[in-house]
């Protein structure tokens, strides 16, 4: 079973910027797909971005397209997500997990994540106006 720690979250003003880990350990990621989701007060859970892992291709919701970035280290099993131009609305528990599928943005399907386990604690990020 994979471990996931997440890192990386903090408060921060509006239009500024954060960038989060996941180390993913116990688990090869060869043939895996890796995702971010985030979790609002109050809101159901939603899958933002998502990576192959063995080619690098990436997938973003709409809501953060074009602000967020996410990346993998291969040699350290660590998924990055860098945030930049940050919302209020961007305020959630950010966590990350692996999952098998055709491609990743499956994975970032609710329909199709509600299945999945989160063994991460996630981490927090707060923006403020």
């Not at 892992?53 to 350290?76: A, C, H, L, M, P």
């Not at 961007?90 to 997990?97: F, G, H, L, R």
């Not at 999952?99 to 999945?116: E, H, K, M, N, Q």
Request: hydrophobic share 30%.
């Amino acid at each position: 079973q994979a471990q996931v720690v997440e890192s990386g979250g903090g408060v921060v003003q509006a239009g500024g910027s954060l960038k989060l880990s996941c180390t993913i350990g116990g688990s090869s990621l060869e043939h895996s797909e890796v995702g971010w989701y985030r979790q609002a007060p109050g809101k159901e859970r939603e899958g933002i971005a998502c990576i192959t892992w063995s080619s690098g291709s990436v997938y973003y919701v709409d809501s953060v397209k074009g602000r967020f970035t996410i990346s993998r280290d291969n040699t350290k099993n660590t998924l990055y997500l860098q945030m930049t131009s940050l919302k209020p609305e961007d305020t959630a528990m950010y966590y990350c997990t692996p999952y098998v599928a055709d491609t990743c943005s499956v994975g970032l399907d609710p329909r199709i994540f509600r299945f999945y386990t989160f063994r991460g604690q996630g981490t927090q990020v707060t923006v403020s106006s």
